[in-house]
């Protein structure tokens, strides 16, 4: 555990961000979370130089979360500049003003970027096997990860702010020059029909209004995926919109407008360069990659869904650490694989969460937990297949398939989650929560019987609402109940 909470300070082209983060060594939460549109990359372009209104706008936001991070005791600050600051004929004095506040900032390469921003991806998701685009207001950094680690990098003059020159002759212009740079970076080839994962506020923008226009029924940007040919068709949408429309969209700053038409345009030819199988959101960026970074190996290799549930789960439930015994106690009646599994044992993490609800409430608190928690390592349908279970867990009332959630997930993923949510309501009914009699009795299926050994010190604890809780997991499991003493 993070005893005291940890902070990173970005300095980036367009914004000067402060996080805060405690809890979990390898998933901390968000403790706090400031942005300040400095807009230190706007005239770069044109004259080399950080004008000193946004200098003095960047050195106001860090003098103040100088102050806040004192006040918050945070232990550690790590302060990184990027393109705007690298590339600046001024970049060096702007460093020795930030210095004069009392932070110690990094100044990244370009390559340190893209490595970076690859393990913050490999943080969140650690099956990456892709490109990692990274887009910023001075650069677009991309990094090819795989088996969890980042295996080449380049940072690429293309950043939001920066785009101007490269599109007076068009957007035929800009495709070439990208073409190009892809080719020289060496990444033409290396992101043929793999994933692309998005980093940065601009590709998150585009991914918001995607959800719109497509309906998509789960507002969580982290891990959304879309079809390749999406930024093309996205183009008049975004053509069309106004400030009054975009205020109206939750998460979608009127800052971004401006920029919007052309970071949709920079992903298409993005897209024609390298010809990926699919486009997939990433919230995790350089930030967390700098977290995750400083990681010992044993920590990285942790799962982060399983390590953000589990402290969920103790810090809400009644009795710590009891989801994981739950899982092992009801894993011998389901033949799942490795994916569903461990879906599974987060569901069961999560099995305790709402019971100071009241109890007409509890299974609704715990759908909401499940599609709308910080968690990573985890998409949209997996999100709603750990719902269902929690639904069918707190007894919900009428169908989970009411919600409209449930679209992106198929019949056969529902059934099985509903049936780990009546497994755990079983588990939790026999027990009472503790570990005591789940360590002293099994639950196993054999053919289609579903069996319930007990200890013969234990047969009080067979109950009448025992007995319903088993039949009913049974009958849905298309098996008979019988219960045996040892």
């Not at 961000?17 to 809890?23: N, T």
């Not at 990860?145 to 950043?159: K, N």
């Amino acid at each position: 555990m993070t005893a005291r909470p940890i902070a990173i300070i970005d300095i980036g082209s367009n914004s000067v961000r402060l996080v805060v983060y405690a809890g979990a060594t390898r998933i901390p939460w968000i403790i706090f979370n400031e942005k300040v549109m400095a807009g230190l990359g706007q005239r770069l372009a044109d004259t080399g130089l950080l004008t000193e209104e946004a200098q003095e706008k960047a050195l106001a936001a860090l003098r103040r979360y100088r102050q806040l991070t004192r006040e918050m005791g945070v232990v550690r600050t790590r302060v990184v500049a990027t393109a705007a600051v690298r590339d600046a004929l001024n970049g060096d004095e702007f460093i020795r003003k930030v210095r004069a506040i009392g932070f110690r900032p990094e100044l990244l390469s370009g390559e340190e970027e893209g490595i970076l921003a690859g393990l913050g991806v490999i943080s969140a998701i650690p099956d990456a096997d892709g490109l990692v685009a990274d887009l910023g207001g001075g650069s677009l950094e991309l990094a090819d990860v795989a088996d969890g680690a980042v295996h080449h990098s380049a940072s690429l003059p293309f950043g939001v702010l920066r785009l101007e020159p490269f599109l007076r002759k068009g957007s035929a212009g800009l495709a070439k020059k990208v073409a190009k740079a892809v080719e020289a970076a060496g990444f033409a080839k290396r992101g043929r029909r793999r994933p692309l994962y998005l980093v940065g506020g601009s590709w998150r923008a585009l991914a918001r209004l995607d959800m719109l226009t497509t309906q998509y029924p789960l507002p969580i940007m982290h891990h959304y995926s879309m079809a390749p040919e999406r930024p093309l068709l996205l183009a008049p949408a975004i053509a069309a919109l106004d400030k009054a429309e975009v205020k109206s969209i939750a998460q979608l700053s009127s800052a971004r407008l401006p920029t919007l038409p052309d970071a949709n345009l920079l992903l298409e030819t993005l897209v024609d360069s390298i010809g990926p199988s699919e486009l997939i959101v990433s919230s995790f960026g350089i930030r967390e990659g700098l977290l995750y970074d400083d990681l010992a190996d044993a920590i990285r290799d942790r799962d982060p869904l399983i390590e953000a549930t589990r402290d969920a789960g103790r810090g809400l439930g009644r009795f710590a650490e009891h989801g994981a015994l739950l899982d092992r106690w009801i894993a011998p009646a389901f033949d799942d694989d490795v994916e569903r599994s461990r879906l599974r044992l987060a569901s069961c993490q999560l099995a305790d969460v709402a019971w100071q609800a009241h109890p007409d409430f509890r299974a609704e608190r715990g759908v909401d937990m499940a599609l709308h928690g910080n968690w990573v390592g985890v998409d949209g349908p997996g999100r709603v297949m750990i719902a269902q279970a929690l639904f069918s867990n707190f007894g919900g009332p009428g169908h989970f398939a009411d919600y409209d959630v449930a679209e992106l997930c198929s019949d056969e993923e529902l059934e099985r989650a509903a049936h780990w949510g009546l497994a755990m309501r079983l588990g939790q009914r026999l027990s009472g929560g503790v570990a005591s009699s789940l360590e002293r009795s099994t639950l196993s299926r054999h053919d289609r019987t579903l069996q319930l050994t007990l200890g013969a010190k234990d047969q009080s604890l067979y109950g009448e609402a025992v007995d319903r809780r088993l039949r009913t997991l049974a009958g849905a499991l298309g098996c008979k109940a019988e219960v045996l003493v040892d």
